[in-house]
């Protein structure tokens, strides 16, 4: 049976990497070309505006009542980062929430009908969400590189907290359909990702072909 790109399911594409390894630049140009596209971290902050989420996380926490906006994303990131076994408390609160917001945009008409929906996920591999994508995408650099870049938007403390969270990079290599070191240009990024979204459709393609 032939179907045609408003009714077959758009490929679902994580695109994961460490903190300041320039995904979330990738993922504007993953958009540019036409897929749909969610930035995980904005999902977490649209949870942690629900006050039921902020209730749930305070109880689990040990917390009092949580404010909404960044003050309570600061309170609730003096908790966890201070103690391992709180942060993983959050986790166990949150990562289900993303992947029923992941699983809600994926259903959505506007979703559907994109060729390629992809979702940038940084903890992608520590949530245990790889089996949940068509094909995955790695965004990588050198430490001391992310390090550089991290560290003139935050510190070198939040980014030294945030990268002993994730998974090392070699290891997220090699489970990861595509892989680019982004030490180069801009440019050089764009062109990785044009190249990327011609072979996902290509794959695409031939698997429908193959039906």
Do not use: C
């Not at 790109?5 to 994580?14: D, G, I, L």
């Not at 979330?24 to 949870?47: C, P």
């Not at 090392?168 to 030490?183: A, G, L």
Request: negative net charge; without cysteine.
């Amino acid at each position: 049976m032939s179907t045609d790109s408003h009714t077959s399911k758009p490929v679902r594409v994580a695109l994961t990497g460490g903190i300041g390894s320039g995904k979330s630049t990738a993922l504007l140009m993953f958009a540019a070309r036409g897929a749909a596209v969610l930035n995980s971290d904005r999902v977490v902050h649209d949870l942690l505006e629900r006050p039921e989420v902020r209730a749930r996380v305070a109880q689990g926490l040990g917390m009092d009542a949580i404010p909404p906006g960044a003050e309570g994303r600061r309170l609730i990131g003096e908790v966890v980062f201070a103690r391992d076994e709180q942060l993983k408390r959050l986790e166990h609160i949150l990562f289900p929430l993303v992947r029923e917001a992941i699983d809600s945009w994926l259903a959505t008409d506007e979703v559907r009908s994109a060729p390629m929906a992809v979702v940038e996920l940084p903890m992608l591999f520590e949530a245990g969400m790889g089996a949940d994508f068509d094909r995955i995408v790695l965004v990588t650099a050198p430490e001391e590189v992310r390090m550089t870049r991290h560290e003139g938007r935050v510190g070198l403390a939040d980014f030294e907290r945030r990268a002993s969270r994730q998974l090392p990079e070699s290891w997220k290599r090699s489970r990861s359909d595509y892989v680019y070191d982004n030490i180069r240009s801009p440019e050089e990024l764009d062109e990785f990702v044009a190249a990327t979204v011609a072979a996902i459709a290509d794959e695409a393609s031939v698997s429908r072909k193959d039906r």
